[in-house]
């Protein structure tokens, strides 16, 4: 099991926490890179970055963004970032570059409607490495232990590259992002760009946040069991000495009891 679990009392303090460790690693190192994931679990971090941004002065103009992973299909330029879509740029748009003084051309996220994709996932990879690596990455865990979009049976190995979505992910994804928005169960992507595991495990520092009860099996499960290809998550048990998992009371209900 990873000693290093930070378990909150819950959802907001969680957040605020996890805000508190990206804001440390910026005063630190202005010009550092971080590695950044989207869905539901990041956007508490997200407002309480924007928060010391705006009151705290909280600067990102130093600061390069890679994110985690993209729609196949989807993509937003950020200089004109007026069509609506489900793509995680415009996530991100929406929930946090647009509010803080992140550079654009520093927010790099992988662009899904690449005519070649794999020339696409060179190009990302690349870029990560022309940036110096990623100081922190920051990490959500999907129901089925995928991390990113590495489902399960992703190779440890593997780099930035498509991959298809489980049944599974396509269902949560559908619940928490399109089924709100009007979209129709066939209108979510099947396909996805994705850092590879290898890929994400270069980062100096990695964060994985989890949240509700939702989350407390595949906790449990990836933290406590069995490393495996099966389950992408356990990866990180390899790595003790540079991981961080934050979670609330509920998501780390089946690991450890709470006593804060
Ligand atoms: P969620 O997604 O934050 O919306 O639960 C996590 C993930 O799929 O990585």
Redesign the pocket.
Known sequence: MIGNIIVKSNYEEMSHYAASVVAGIIRLKPDCVLGL?T????IGMYKELIRMHQTEGLDFSGVTTFNLDEYVGLGLDLNKPYTKDQSYARFMWEEFFRHVSLRKENALIPDGRAKDLVKECHYYESRIKQAGGIDLQI????TDG???FNEPSSPFSSRTRVEDLHAQ?IA?NYE?FFKPAGFAKGQVPKRAVSMGIATVLEAKQIMLLASGQE?SDVVFKALSGPIMEEMPASVLQLFPEKIRIVTDQTAASRMVKYTE
């Open positions: 994931p869905g539901s679990t990041p990490l959500g865990i999907g995928h991390i990113g992910t949560d928490k989350k």
